[in-house]
């Protein structure tokens, strides 16, 4: 079992920054890749990004590639989402997700694919 913990959501002005963490707690972070969801209002949850266990592989929704940045600290068993120049359209709940593998230099897309999430931490871009 792991439990995930987002935080660093909030209310942020259109072109301002936001970063976001995810603490995991319970098995081997490091077994894991990670990733990052959003449902906005009236949305189905839609991938956002994705970072494989060794870190090397980074994945990212088209619309916010070269604004967003995954990353991982494993000492921590933490994963953050850094998010730059946001618009309202990125208005949305971030959710954290986890996907036990064994291979080190995948992710996942799919939320099907992932095994754990957690509750969510709310994103607010004003215009």
């Known amino acids: 079992q792991v439990q995930l913990v987002e935080s660093g959501g909030g209310l942020v002005q259109a072109g301002g920054s936001l970063r976001l963490s995810c603490a995991a707690s319970?098995?081997?972070?490091?077994?894991?890749?990670m990733g990052w969801f959003r449902q906005g209002p009236g949305k189905e949850r839609e991938f956002v990004s994705a970072?494989?266990?060794?870190?090397?592989?980074?994945y990212y929704q088209d619309s916010v590639k070269g604004r967003f940045t995954i990353s991982r600290d494993d000492a921590k068993s933490t994963v953050y989402l850094q998010m730059n120049a946001l618009k309202p359209e990125d208005t949305a709940i971030y959710y954290c997700?986890?996907?036990?593998?064994?291979?080190?230099?995948?992710?996942?897309?799919?939320?099907?694919?992932?095994?754990?999430w957690g509750q969510g931490t709310q994103v607010t871009v004003s215009s």
């Open positions: 997700a986890a996907r036990h593998t064994p291979y080190s230099n995948t992710a996942a897309y799919a939320r099907t694919q992932y095994d754990y």
């Open positions: 319970g098995r081997t972070f490091s077994s894991y890749a």
């Open positions: 970072i494989s266990r060794s870190g090397g592989r980074t």
